[in-house]
Protein backbone atom coordinates (compact mmCIF):
# COMPACT_ATOMS: atom_id res chain seq x y z
CA UNK A 1 0.00 0.00 0.00
CA UNK A 2 1.38 3.27 -1.29
CA UNK A 3 0.19 7.09 -1.67
CA UNK A 4 1.50 9.86 -4.26
CA UNK A 5 2.85 12.75 -2.64
CA UNK A 6 0.08 14.57 -5.01
CA UNK A 7 -2.70 12.56 -2.29
CA UNK A 8 -1.03 13.98 0.50
CA UNK A 9 -0.92 17.30 -0.17
CA UNK A 10 -4.40 17.05 -1.61
CA UNK A 11 -5.24 16.16 2.21
CA UNK A 12 -3.44 18.78 3.60
CA UNK A 13 -4.74 21.65 2.20
CA UNK A 14 -7.88 21.63 4.01
CA UNK A 15 -5.53 22.18 6.93
CA UNK A 16 -5.01 26.00 8.20
CA UNK A 17 -2.32 27.92 9.49
CA UNK A 18 -4.67 29.60 12.08
CA UNK A 19 -2.22 32.76 12.47
CA UNK A 20 -1.64 33.41 8.86
CA UNK A 21 -5.46 32.49 7.48
CA UNK A 22 -4.60 30.24 4.59
CA UNK A 23 -3.92 26.40 4.34
CA UNK A 24 -0.32 25.15 4.63
CA UNK A 25 0.07 24.06 1.53
CA UNK A 26 -0.97 27.00 0.04
CA UNK A 27 1.95 28.81 2.20
CA UNK A 28 4.65 25.83 1.21
CA UNK A 29 4.59 24.61 4.74
CA UNK A 30 4.75 21.27 4.38
CA UNK A 31 7.57 18.68 3.20
CA UNK A 32 7.11 15.21 2.62
CA UNK A 33 9.98 13.46 3.85
CA UNK A 34 9.15 9.86 2.86
CA UNK A 35 5.97 7.79 2.00
CA UNK A 36 6.29 3.90 1.74
CA UNK A 37 4.04 1.65 2.32
CA UNK A 38 1.33 2.72 4.75
CA UNK A 39 3.98 5.25 6.87
CA UNK A 40 4.43 9.06 6.16
CA UNK A 41 6.99 11.19 7.32
CA UNK A 42 6.29 14.78 6.93
CA UNK A 43 7.76 17.95 8.65
CA UNK A 44 5.28 21.28 8.78
CA UNK A 45 5.61 24.61 10.04
CA UNK A 46 4.17 26.59 12.21
CA UNK A 47 4.17 30.28 12.51
CA UNK A 48 3.49 30.35 16.56
CA UNK A 49 6.62 28.65 17.98
CA UNK A 50 4.72 27.50 20.91
CA UNK A 51 4.03 24.11 21.96
CA UNK A 52 0.67 24.34 22.25
CA UNK A 53 1.11 25.77 18.52
CA UNK A 54 2.73 22.75 17.30
CA UNK A 55 0.67 19.86 19.44
CA UNK A 56 -2.57 21.45 17.71
CA UNK A 57 -1.17 21.38 14.32
CA UNK A 58 0.31 18.07 14.74
CA UNK A 59 -2.95 16.77 15.73
CA UNK A 60 -4.55 18.62 12.77
CA UNK A 61 -2.25 17.19 10.35
CA UNK A 62 -2.80 13.40 11.20
CA UNK A 63 -6.59 13.52 11.20
CA UNK A 64 -6.63 15.46 7.92
CA UNK A 65 -4.58 12.81 6.43
CA UNK A 66 -6.02 9.73 8.10
CA UNK A 67 -9.61 10.89 7.41
CA UNK A 68 -8.42 11.30 3.50
CA UNK A 69 -6.61 8.24 2.97
CA UNK A 70 -7.45 5.91 5.35
CA UNK A 71 -6.99 5.61 9.24
CA UNK A 72 -4.37 2.24 8.12
CA UNK A 73 -1.78 4.94 7.23
CA UNK A 74 0.94 6.19 10.08
CA UNK A 75 1.51 9.65 10.00
CA UNK A 76 4.78 10.72 11.85
CA UNK A 77 5.17 14.83 12.11
CA UNK A 78 8.20 16.93 13.14
CA UNK A 79 6.08 20.55 13.67
CA UNK A 80 8.86 23.60 13.62
CA UNK A 81 8.93 26.96 13.80
CA UNK A 82 9.00 29.20 10.75
CA UNK A 83 12.59 30.52 11.29
CA UNK A 84 13.29 34.67 11.15
CA UNK A 85 14.40 35.00 7.48
CA UNK A 86 11.98 32.36 5.96
CA UNK A 87 9.55 35.29 7.61
CA UNK A 88 8.51 37.19 4.13
CA UNK A 89 5.65 38.00 2.90
CA UNK A 90 2.38 35.63 3.58
CA UNK A 91 4.72 34.22 6.13
CA UNK A 92 5.01 37.27 8.10
CA UNK A 93 1.87 38.30 9.65
CA UNK A 94 2.99 40.59 11.97
CA UNK A 95 5.72 43.73 11.47
CA UNK A 96 5.57 42.18 7.82
CA UNK A 97 7.46 45.64 6.56
CA UNK A 98 10.44 44.83 8.97
CA UNK A 99 13.70 43.19 7.82
CA UNK A 100 15.66 42.22 11.42
CA UNK A 101 13.52 42.47 14.92
CA UNK A 102 16.27 41.96 17.63
CA UNK A 103 15.51 41.63 21.33
CA UNK A 104 18.00 42.82 23.20
CA UNK A 105 17.86 41.39 26.41
CA UNK A 106 19.31 40.18 30.04
CA UNK A 107 18.55 37.70 32.90
CA UNK A 108 19.67 40.67 35.55
CA UNK A 109 18.57 44.34 35.79
CA UNK A 110 20.82 47.19 36.10
CA UNK A 111 22.91 46.22 33.43
CA UNK A 112 23.07 48.75 31.24
CA UNK A 113 20.57 47.03 28.56
CA UNK A 114 18.92 49.83 27.84
CA UNK A 115 22.16 52.27 27.18
CA UNK A 116 23.25 49.52 24.92
CA UNK A 117 19.86 49.04 22.84
CA UNK A 118 19.83 52.57 22.29
CA UNK A 119 23.32 53.26 21.24
CA UNK A 120 22.55 50.01 19.21
CA UNK A 121 19.93 51.66 17.72
CA UNK A 122 20.98 55.12 16.84
CA UNK A 123 24.23 54.25 16.03
CA UNK A 124 22.46 51.82 12.96
CA UNK A 125 20.60 54.96 12.07
CA UNK A 126 23.70 56.82 12.03
CA UNK A 127 24.94 54.36 9.55
CA UNK A 128 21.93 55.17 7.60
CA UNK A 129 19.55 52.19 8.26
CA UNK A 130 15.53 52.73 9.51
CA UNK A 131 15.76 51.69 12.68
CA UNK A 132 12.48 51.34 15.58
CA UNK A 133 13.10 50.77 18.93
CA UNK A 134 10.22 49.59 21.06
CA UNK A 135 11.15 49.72 24.95
CA UNK A 136 9.45 47.09 26.30
CA UNK A 137 10.20 47.34 29.88
CA UNK A 138 6.66 47.41 30.46
CA UNK A 139 7.80 48.12 34.26
CA UNK A 140 10.39 50.19 33.98
CA UNK A 141 10.64 52.09 30.71
CA UNK A 142 13.68 54.15 30.12
CA UNK A 143 13.39 55.48 26.43
CA UNK A 144 11.51 58.58 27.43
CA UNK A 145 15.09 59.58 29.22
CA UNK A 146 17.43 58.10 26.90
CA UNK A 147 16.06 59.55 24.00
CA UNK A 148 15.35 62.89 25.45
CA UNK A 149 11.59 62.65 24.95
CA UNK A 150 10.21 63.05 28.54
CA UNK A 151 7.33 65.28 27.47
CA UNK A 152 6.51 63.96 24.11
CA UNK A 153 3.56 62.14 23.13
CA UNK A 154 2.67 59.44 20.34
CA UNK A 155 -0.12 60.69 17.72
CA UNK A 156 -3.00 59.04 16.26
CA UNK A 157 -2.50 58.85 12.36
CA UNK A 158 -4.59 57.02 9.99
CA UNK A 159 -4.14 54.38 7.81
CA UNK A 160 -5.67 52.81 5.49
CA UNK A 161 -9.06 53.09 7.55
CA UNK A 162 -7.33 52.44 10.51
CA UNK A 163 -5.71 54.57 13.98
CA UNK A 164 -2.20 53.31 14.47
CA UNK A 165 -0.20 55.08 16.95
CA UNK A 166 2.72 57.24 15.49
CA UNK A 167 6.30 56.51 17.08
CA UNK A 168 8.42 59.33 17.93
CA UNK A 169 11.55 60.40 15.35
CA UNK A 170 14.71 60.97 17.57
CA UNK A 171 17.88 60.53 16.02
CA UNK A 172 16.49 59.08 12.68
CA UNK A 173 14.62 56.23 15.38
CA UNK A 174 11.35 55.27 15.32
CA UNK A 175 10.62 55.06 19.59
CA UNK A 176 7.50 53.92 21.28
CA UNK A 177 7.22 53.22 25.11
CA UNK A 178 4.77 52.75 27.88
CA UNK A 179 6.73 55.36 29.53
CA UNK A 180 5.04 57.62 27.04
CA UNK A 181 1.54 56.69 28.58
CA UNK A 182 2.19 57.12 32.06
CA UNK A 183 3.45 60.27 34.16
CA UNK A 184 7.06 60.75 34.58
CA UNK A 185 7.01 59.19 38.12
CA UNK A 186 3.41 57.12 38.00
CA UNK A 187 4.12 53.49 38.77
CA UNK A 188 2.62 51.28 36.55
CA UNK A 189 1.33 48.00 38.36
CA UNK A 190 -0.07 45.72 36.26
CA UNK A 191 -0.57 41.76 36.58
CA UNK A 192 1.00 39.87 33.72
CA UNK A 193 -1.69 39.80 30.97
CA UNK A 194 -2.03 43.56 31.41
CA UNK A 195 1.65 43.91 30.54
CA UNK A 196 1.64 41.53 27.61
CA UNK A 197 -1.45 43.53 26.14
CA UNK A 198 0.45 46.65 26.24
CA UNK A 199 3.15 45.28 24.41
CA UNK A 200 0.98 43.28 21.57
CA UNK A 201 -0.32 46.96 21.42
CA UNK A 202 2.49 48.59 20.53
CA UNK A 203 3.29 46.17 18.56
CA UNK A 204 0.30 45.59 16.49
CA UNK A 205 -1.68 49.14 16.95
CA UNK A 206 1.34 51.24 15.63
CA UNK A 207 2.35 52.79 12.19
CA UNK A 208 6.19 51.15 12.08
CA UNK A 209 6.09 51.47 8.52
CA UNK A 210 9.38 49.58 6.73
CA UNK A 211 12.28 49.21 8.77
CA UNK A 212 15.54 47.34 8.30
CA UNK A 213 15.97 47.08 11.99
CA UNK A 214 13.40 47.35 15.04
CA UNK A 215 15.14 46.40 18.52
CA UNK A 216 13.53 45.37 21.22
CA UNK A 217 14.39 46.58 24.65
CA UNK A 218 13.43 43.78 26.79
CA UNK A 219 12.70 44.08 30.42
CA UNK A 220 14.94 41.85 32.72
CA UNK A 221 14.33 38.36 33.59
CA UNK A 222 12.39 35.06 31.91
CA UNK A 223 8.75 36.16 32.88
CA UNK A 224 5.66 36.59 31.20
CA UNK A 225 6.47 39.68 28.75
CA UNK A 226 9.75 37.20 27.76
CA UNK A 227 7.14 34.60 26.52
CA UNK A 228 4.35 37.10 24.53
CA UNK A 229 7.39 38.27 22.54
CA UNK A 230 8.83 35.09 21.18
CA UNK A 231 5.19 33.60 21.03
CA UNK A 232 3.84 36.78 19.30
CA UNK A 233 6.88 38.41 17.29
CA UNK A 234 8.72 36.59 14.33
CA UNK A 235 12.32 37.33 16.46
CA UNK A 236 15.54 37.53 13.88
CA UNK A 237 17.81 36.95 16.73
CA UNK A 238 18.73 38.08 20.75
CA UNK A 239 21.65 40.05 21.98
CA UNK A 240 22.52 39.40 25.57
CA UNK A 241 23.74 41.96 27.66
CA UNK A 242 25.65 41.13 31.05
CA UNK A 243 28.36 42.74 33.14
CA UNK A 244 31.52 40.55 33.51
CA UNK A 245 30.16 40.25 37.71
CA UNK A 246 29.47 36.26 38.51
CA UNK A 247 25.85 37.58 40.11
CA UNK A 248 25.19 39.02 36.32
CA UNK A 249 26.15 36.03 34.46
CA UNK A 250 24.16 33.91 36.34
CA UNK A 251 20.98 35.06 35.08
CA UNK A 252 22.33 36.10 31.45
CA UNK A 253 22.50 32.02 31.51
CA UNK A 254 19.46 31.99 31.81
CA UNK A 255 18.38 34.33 29.64
CA UNK A 256 20.45 32.51 27.01
CA UNK A 257 18.77 28.88 28.33
CA UNK A 258 15.33 30.67 27.20
CA UNK A 259 16.13 31.49 24.11
CA UNK A 260 17.80 28.32 23.34
CA UNK A 261 14.67 26.15 24.54
CA UNK A 262 13.22 23.86 21.80
CA UNK A 263 9.81 25.25 22.37
CA UNK A 264 11.33 28.59 21.80
CA UNK A 265 14.23 28.40 19.61
CA UNK A 266 15.46 31.68 18.42
CA UNK A 267 19.22 32.08 17.51
CA UNK A 268 21.05 34.31 20.21
CA UNK A 269 23.47 36.91 17.61
CA UNK A 270 25.97 37.25 20.71
CA UNK A 271 26.81 38.92 23.97
CA UNK A 272 27.54 42.04 24.90
CA UNK A 273 29.61 42.19 27.94
CA UNK A 274 29.02 46.37 29.96
CA UNK A 275 30.87 47.81 32.31
CA UNK A 276 33.87 46.11 31.14
CA UNK A 277 36.15 47.93 32.83
CA UNK A 278 36.26 51.40 34.87
CA UNK A 279 38.20 54.36 33.81
CA UNK A 280 38.16 57.92 35.42
CA UNK A 281 40.05 59.01 31.93
CA UNK A 282 38.64 57.93 29.31
CA UNK A 283 41.87 56.48 28.49
CA UNK A 284 41.60 53.05 26.45
CA UNK A 285 44.86 52.02 28.91
CA UNK A 286 43.58 52.74 31.83
CA UNK A 287 41.16 50.06 33.05
CA UNK A 288 39.97 48.75 36.60
CA UNK A 289 38.32 45.90 36.19
CA UNK A 290 36.22 46.69 39.46
CA UNK A 291 33.29 43.91 38.65
CA UNK A 292 36.37 41.01 37.18
CA UNK A 293 37.33 41.06 34.26
CA UNK A 294 36.26 39.04 31.07
CA UNK A 295 33.24 37.21 33.15
CA UNK A 296 30.99 37.74 29.89
CA UNK A 297 33.70 37.01 27.12
CA UNK A 298 34.45 33.86 28.95
CA UNK A 299 30.75 32.82 29.00
CA UNK A 300 30.04 33.80 25.70
CA UNK A 301 32.56 31.20 24.87
CA UNK A 302 31.39 28.62 27.06
CA UNK A 303 28.28 28.89 25.03
CA UNK A 304 30.26 28.78 21.82
CA UNK A 305 28.85 32.78 21.07
CA UNK A 306 30.49 35.64 20.00
CA UNK A 307 31.70 37.86 22.15
CA UNK A 308 30.37 41.10 20.21
CA UNK A 309 31.52 44.40 22.75
CA UNK A 310 33.51 45.40 25.61
CA UNK A 311 32.17 48.65 27.11
CA UNK A 312 33.80 50.19 29.63
CA UNK A 313 32.07 51.73 32.73
CA UNK A 314 32.85 55.73 31.24
CA UNK A 315 31.27 58.89 33.31
CA UNK A 316 30.52 60.31 29.63
CA UNK A 317 28.94 57.05 28.67
CA UNK A 318 26.17 57.75 32.06
CA UNK A 319 26.04 61.60 31.29
CA UNK A 320 25.46 61.13 27.88
CA UNK A 321 22.44 58.73 28.64
CA UNK A 322 20.84 61.08 31.01
CA UNK A 323 20.45 64.09 29.18
CA UNK A 324 19.16 61.80 26.10
CA UNK A 325 21.88 61.64 24.11
CA UNK A 326 23.49 58.62 23.29
CA UNK A 327 26.94 58.43 23.00
CA UNK A 328 27.66 56.94 19.75
CA UNK A 329 25.66 60.12 17.85
CA UNK A 330 28.13 62.07 19.35
CA UNK A 331 31.53 62.30 17.64
CA UNK A 332 33.00 64.68 20.88
CA UNK A 333 32.07 61.66 23.43
CA UNK A 334 35.20 59.65 23.89
CA UNK A 335 33.11 56.74 24.18
CA UNK A 336 31.41 56.46 20.50
CA UNK A 337 34.57 54.20 19.59
CA UNK A 338 33.31 51.47 21.34
CA UNK A 339 29.87 51.73 20.21
CA UNK A 340 31.04 52.16 16.26
CA UNK A 341 33.12 48.74 17.43
CA UNK A 342 29.53 46.75 18.63
CA UNK A 343 27.63 48.38 15.65
CA UNK A 344 30.47 47.10 12.95
CA UNK A 345 30.38 43.53 14.82
CA UNK A 346 26.45 43.50 14.88
CA UNK A 347 26.51 43.77 11.61
CA UNK A 348 29.10 41.15 10.75
CA UNK A 349 27.36 38.42 13.02
CA UNK A 350 24.13 39.40 11.51
CA UNK A 351 25.58 38.91 8.69
CA UNK A 352 27.23 35.32 9.51
CA UNK A 353 24.01 34.12 11.08
CA UNK A 354 22.37 32.32 8.17
CA UNK A 355 25.54 30.32 7.80
CA UNK A 356 25.66 29.37 11.85
CA UNK A 357 22.18 28.11 11.42
CA UNK A 358 22.93 26.10 8.23
CA UNK A 359 26.40 24.67 10.39
CA UNK A 360 24.25 23.73 13.74
CA UNK A 361 21.28 21.92 11.30
CA UNK A 362 23.94 19.52 9.79
CA UNK A 363 25.45 19.03 12.79
CA UNK A 364 22.23 18.01 14.90
CA UNK A 365 22.07 15.91 11.74
CA UNK A 366 25.48 14.42 12.48
Keep these: MSVSKQAILDALSTVQEPELKKDIVTLNLVQIISSEGNQIDL ?23 QRTLGFEFKVNVDVVSISGDEREGDLRKVLPGVKNIIAVTSGKGGVGKSTISSNLACGLAKKGYSVGYLDADIYGPSAPLMFDLQHDKPKLIDVDGHSKLEPIVQYGVKVLSIGFFADLNQAVVWRGPMATKALTQMVNDAHWGPLDYLILDLPPGTGDVHLSIVQNIPLTAALIVSTPQPVALIDAAKAIAMFNLPAINVPILGVVENMAWFSSTGDPDDRQYIFGKDGAKNMADDYELPCIAHIPLIQSIREAGDVGRPAVINEDNPAHFYFDEMIGNFERELRMLPFRKKTETREQQN
Design 43 to 65: QVKVSNPAMHSKMRMKEAVIFAI
